[in-house]
Protein backbone atom coordinates (compact mmCIF):
# COMPACT_ATOMS: atom_id res chain seq x y z
CA UNK A 1 0.00 0.00 0.00
CA UNK A 2 0.84 3.22 -1.17
CA UNK A 3 1.62 6.53 1.51
CA UNK A 4 -0.49 8.41 -1.13
CA UNK A 5 -3.93 6.02 -0.53
CA UNK A 6 -3.51 6.13 3.26
CA UNK A 7 -6.06 7.99 5.00
CA UNK A 8 -5.21 11.00 7.34
CA UNK A 9 -5.42 10.15 10.89
CA UNK A 10 -8.70 11.81 12.41
CA UNK A 11 -8.65 13.60 15.79
CA UNK A 12 -11.74 12.87 17.80
CA UNK A 13 -13.93 15.88 18.13
CA UNK A 14 -14.50 14.97 21.95
CA UNK A 15 -10.32 16.14 22.54
CA UNK A 16 -10.33 18.93 20.24
CA UNK A 17 -13.68 20.46 22.24
CA UNK A 18 -11.98 19.72 25.27
CA UNK A 19 -8.78 21.90 23.75
CA UNK A 20 -11.00 24.56 22.72
CA UNK A 21 -12.69 25.33 26.07
CA UNK A 22 -9.71 25.23 27.72
CA UNK A 23 -8.38 27.67 25.59
CA UNK A 24 -11.49 29.90 25.97
CA UNK A 25 -11.00 29.01 29.40
CA UNK A 26 -7.63 31.21 29.44
CA UNK A 27 -8.43 33.71 27.54
CA UNK A 28 -11.41 34.60 29.33
CA UNK A 29 -9.39 34.23 32.93
CA UNK A 30 -6.77 36.78 31.47
CA UNK A 31 -9.62 39.24 30.08
CA UNK A 32 -10.59 39.30 33.91
CA UNK A 33 -7.50 39.90 35.36
CA UNK A 34 -7.09 42.74 32.72
CA UNK A 35 -10.82 43.91 33.54
CA UNK A 36 -9.89 43.67 37.58
CA UNK A 37 -6.42 46.11 36.96
CA UNK A 38 -8.47 48.45 34.92
CA UNK A 39 -11.27 49.01 37.53
CA UNK A 40 -10.26 51.29 40.56
CA UNK A 41 -11.01 50.90 43.84
CA UNK A 42 -12.99 54.01 44.47
CA UNK A 43 -10.68 54.73 47.53
CA UNK A 44 -9.61 58.56 47.43
CA UNK A 45 -5.78 58.79 49.03
CA UNK A 46 -5.92 61.54 52.11
CA UNK A 47 -5.20 65.27 50.94
CA UNK A 48 -1.35 65.78 50.82
CA UNK A 49 0.30 69.40 51.63
CA UNK A 50 3.44 69.59 50.08
CA UNK A 51 6.07 72.07 50.17
CA UNK A 52 7.53 72.81 46.66
CA UNK A 53 10.61 74.64 47.19
CA UNK A 54 14.16 75.17 44.48
CA UNK A 55 14.93 71.65 45.31
CA UNK A 56 13.59 69.10 43.44
CA UNK A 57 11.42 66.57 45.33
CA UNK A 58 9.05 63.35 44.71
CA UNK A 59 6.04 62.45 45.79
CA UNK A 60 4.81 58.46 45.66
CA UNK A 61 1.50 57.06 46.46
CA UNK A 62 1.85 54.99 50.45
CA UNK A 63 0.70 51.48 48.23
CA UNK A 64 -0.35 50.68 44.96
CA UNK A 65 -0.07 53.58 41.70
CA UNK A 66 -3.07 55.77 41.72
CA UNK A 67 -5.74 55.91 38.44
CA UNK A 68 -5.74 59.29 38.54
CA UNK A 69 -4.19 62.53 40.63
CA UNK A 70 -5.13 66.03 41.19
CA UNK A 71 -2.90 69.39 41.99
CA UNK A 72 -3.70 72.32 43.01
CA UNK A 73 -0.98 75.07 42.98
CA UNK A 74 -1.62 77.05 46.36
CA UNK A 75 1.52 79.52 45.38
CA UNK A 76 2.85 81.59 46.18
CA UNK A 77 5.13 80.53 43.11
CA UNK A 78 4.73 78.52 40.29
CA UNK A 79 5.59 75.24 40.43
CA UNK A 80 7.12 72.77 37.62
CA UNK A 81 5.85 68.72 37.75
CA UNK A 82 6.65 65.41 36.16
CA UNK A 83 3.89 62.99 36.50
CA UNK A 84 5.46 59.26 35.88
CA UNK A 85 9.39 60.31 35.68
CA UNK A 86 10.61 57.09 34.56
CA UNK A 87 8.09 57.36 31.35
CA UNK A 88 7.18 60.69 31.02
CA UNK A 89 8.93 63.52 29.18
CA UNK A 90 11.88 65.42 30.90
CA UNK A 91 10.28 68.60 30.15
CA UNK A 92 8.25 69.40 32.95
CA UNK A 93 4.77 70.74 33.37
CA UNK A 94 4.07 74.36 34.70
CA UNK A 95 1.06 74.46 37.00
CA UNK A 96 1.01 78.50 37.72
CA UNK A 97 -0.17 79.61 40.61
CA UNK A 98 -4.01 79.04 41.68
CA UNK A 99 -4.35 76.47 39.09
CA UNK A 100 -5.36 73.12 39.19
CA UNK A 101 -4.43 70.24 37.09
CA UNK A 102 -6.38 66.49 36.77
CA UNK A 103 -4.31 63.42 35.33
CA UNK A 104 -6.21 60.29 34.15
CA UNK A 105 -4.46 57.53 33.90
CA UNK A 106 -7.20 54.56 33.12
CA UNK A 107 -5.53 51.69 34.76
CA UNK A 108 -3.11 52.43 38.08
CA UNK A 109 -0.09 53.72 36.46
CA UNK A 110 0.90 57.04 38.75
CA UNK A 111 3.61 55.82 40.72
CA UNK A 112 5.66 59.07 41.85
CA UNK A 113 5.42 62.93 40.97
CA UNK A 114 8.36 65.37 40.63
CA UNK A 115 7.80 68.46 41.60
CA UNK A 116 10.11 71.55 42.28
CA UNK A 117 10.22 75.73 41.83
CA UNK A 118 12.32 78.42 40.15
CA UNK A 119 12.20 80.81 43.22
CA UNK A 120 10.51 80.50 46.32
CA UNK A 121 8.19 77.90 47.80
CA UNK A 122 4.71 76.49 46.39
CA UNK A 123 2.58 75.08 48.58
CA UNK A 124 0.78 71.83 46.73
CA UNK A 125 -2.06 70.04 47.22
CA UNK A 126 -2.10 66.18 45.83
CA UNK A 127 -5.26 63.93 46.09
CA UNK A 128 -4.67 60.30 44.36
CA UNK A 129 -7.05 57.96 43.09
CA UNK A 130 -6.49 54.48 43.95
Excluded: Q
Excluded at 37 to 51: N, S
Excluded at 64 to 80: E, M, Q, R, T
Amino acid sequence: MSESSEKPKRIDPGVMSVALLDEIAERLLSMENKLEAMTPEGIVEPLKIITSTTTPNIVKPPGKPWFSISIVNDGPADCWIVVNTEKSSTTPYLLKEGETTEIEMGVSRIVDVYHYTESETASLRIRGVL
